[in-house]
């Protein structure tokens, strides 16, 4: 009987320690810096939860997808720092990267969507194994604390922010600017 509840608690912590590798919790993490951008960007203006990501970018992609465009990667554009303010006065930015050939199939979208280049910018950024729905959970959980410990080691701002939905990669952007003196 004690053997079968060690063989029990074996399995169980080998399970637990695989799942944690697998999901990426036990890599090391790196941040560093380095310029993204530019890109040209159509996508849906949020207000509210930023948990309305997935389903915006989902809308973003259905409407692509009507007019044969194959679109290059996924992001999100979060204006402020959750933290704080109310979650009624949050504002977001959900869509798609295009490559420029793109853009003239697009004219014909709904003026829901709102297209615009984002500019080359210095960010300061870490990324996150995308393994399945769960990484959209737990990748913020694990990046934004370490880069906001980051950005107060160096006295940068911490409130906006970009993530890149790669096929195997979360790249979680914060625009390199100083804090005031």
Do not use: H
Request: charged share 25%; proline share 6%.
């Amino acid at each position: 009987m004690k053997n079968s509840f060690a063989a029990v608690g074996i399995l169980l912590l080998a399970s637990v320690g695989g799942f944690m590798f697998y999901m990426g919790l036990l890599n090391e993490w790196l941040i560093d810096q380095k310029p993204f951008g530019p890109w040209q960007v159509v996508y849906l203006e949020q207000e509210g939860s930023y948990g309305q990501t997935g389903s915006s970018i989902e809308k973003v992609s259905e409407a692509l997808a009507g007019v044969d465009v194959e679109p290059q990667f996924a992001l999100a554009v979060f204006y402020s720092n959750p933290d704080n303010l109310p979650e009624d006065e949050l504002k977001s930015e959900a869509g798609f990267v295009l490559a420029k050939d793109d853009l003239p199939k697009i004219r014909g979208l709904s003026s829901e969507f709102k297209t615009r280049e984002l500019q080359r910018k210095m960010y300061v950024f870490t990324d996150f194994p995308n393994r399945n729905f769960l990484s959209y959970f737990i990748g913020p959980m694990m990046c934004y604390s370490r880069l906001e410990n980051y950005c107060e080691d160096l006295r940068l701002e911490f409130n906006s922010s970009v993530e890149l939905y790669r096929n195997d990669r979360i790249y979680y952007l914060v625009p390199k600017s100083r804090k005031p003196d």
